[in-house]
């Protein structure tokens, strides 16, 4: 099994940053891919960014400039740096990993941006 816990969430005010964490722990080999996928109340859930097994990353062109994916993989863990964040990008952040063609998510962490 794969387990993916997130942190970094909360409340900023539009023009402001903040970082999201996501640390894997388990079966975390053969990775193809880890990313951040976001959902709006009434929306359906979106590829924010991922970064591939060999190191290229992937980004929605709504955040392209503005958010920035890295992982470390000492930690095993995957962040999401969001900067110049606008009332759009209020929405719950997931982490995902996709392992072996399968998908494995993390629990959510809320992003509410304000103006």
């Known amino acids: 099994q794969v387990q993916l816990v997130e942190s970094g969430g909360g409340l900023v005010q539009a023009g402001g940053s903040l970082r999201l964490s996501c640390a894997a722990s388990?079966?975390?080999?053969?990775?193809?891919?880890m990313g951040w996928y976001r959902q709006a109340p009434g929306k359906q859930r979106e590829l924010v960014a991922a970064?591939?097994?060999?190191?290229?990353?992937n980004y929605a062109d709504s955040v392209k400039g503005r958010f920035t994916i890295s992982r470390d993989n000492a930690k095993n863990t995957v962040y999401l740096q969001m900067n110049s964040l606008k009332p759009e990008d209020t929405a719950v952040y997931y982490c995902?990993?996709?392992?072996?063609?399968?998908?494995?998510w993390g629990q959510g962490t809320q992003v509410t941006v304000f103006s």
């Open positions: 995902n990993l996709n392992r072996d063609f399968l998908d494995y």
């Open positions: 970064i591939i097994s060999g190191g290229s990353t």
């Open positions: 388990g079966r975390i080999f053969s990775i193809n891919a």
